[in-house]
């Protein structure tokens, strides 16, 4: 894991208290594979708070730049929000264990699978889908938010990720299917074949696929979001409960075999 002093590039709303920082990043770049994230410092009021973990959202084509999207829910998100160009973010990364790719040799040919993101979990599975396809993975991806303004991952998704389609849910009905995440895979689920479901967003979604996902006997992974300090494993703060015993979400994931998860 390296350090690094990344400038800013761009800060930009998404969404109502969502946001999306393109960060300069010539170490940490390069090595972050899809599931991985950041541990990122926010020095605020001259105060040095506690580091906080973003999935990482985009590498671009040259791999020296990387994008993680927040959300404000407090002081440090807020400080984060305010960030202009040019100002500096002092990183930690890449941490953490990411996705595990289905083994393309054991799958097969031209086989789907199913991702599914609910609110701004959506974003620790931006860069597996665009790996998957590159593979050659056709790929449904449902995307969740509990109203339209607040759907932030959906624009052109379907362009730049061959072989993806894209199905969109909100809670109130005002874009795509009105409903939970876990309805459309659900549907999605009992009429396609899949090889493999990975997902990301609140812990009751999670649950809830992990449970469909094992009377299909489907292997999923889910990426964990939990509250950390150190974030390298070494404080015990973040730990989970699974088959194996504790596990650190930070070090050991964020990314498990949802079977593993006690829920
Ligand atoms: Fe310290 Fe995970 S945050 S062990």
């Not at 999207?69 to 305010?82: A, D, M, T, W």
């Not at 941490?95 to 699978?113: F, I, K």
Request: aromatic residues 4%.
């Amino acid at each position: 894991m390296i350090v690094e002093k990344c400038a800013i590039l761009g800060n930009q709303s998404l969404a109502p208290n969502i946001g999306l920082i393109r960060l300069e990043s010539r170490c940490i770049a390069p090595l972050v594979a899809a599931g991985q994230f950041v541990h990122v410092q926010i020095p605020a009021a001259g105060e040095l708070m506690l580091r906080r973990p973003f999935s990482v959202y985009e590498i671009d084509d040259s791999r020296t730049q990387l994008s993680i999207v927040y959300q404000v829910v407090g002081r440090g998100s807020k400080h984060i929000q305010e960030l202009k160009v040019g100002e500096e973010l002092n990183l930690l990364g890449p941490c953490g264990q990411g996705w595990r790719l289905p083994d393309v040799h054991q799958t097969q040919a031209g086989g789907r699978v199913l991702l599914v993101g609910g609110g701004i979990g959506t974003a620790a599975l931006q860069l597996l889908a665009a790996q998957l396809a590159t593979l050659g993975y056709g790929i449904d991806f449902v995307v969740g938010a509990a109203t339209a303004r607040l759907l932030v991952f959906n624009t052109g998704l379907e362009v730049l990720v061959p072989g993806l389609k894209l199905h969109v849910c909100t809670d109130d009905g005002s874009a795509g299917h009105r409903g939970l995440t876990t309805d459309l895979a659900e549907a999605l689920l009992s009429h396609g074949s899949y090889e493999w479901l990975a997902s990301c967003g609140p812990e009751p979604m999670l649950a809830a696929l992990a449970s469909l996902a094992k009377k299909k006997r489907l292997a999923h992974q889910v990426s964990l979001e939990a509250r950390m300090a150190c974030g390298v494993g070494a404080c015990l703060g973040c730990v989970v409960p699974t088959l194996d015993g504790q596990r650190r979400v930070c070090a050991d994931g964020p990314v498990f075999d949802a079977e593993a998860v006690v829920w």
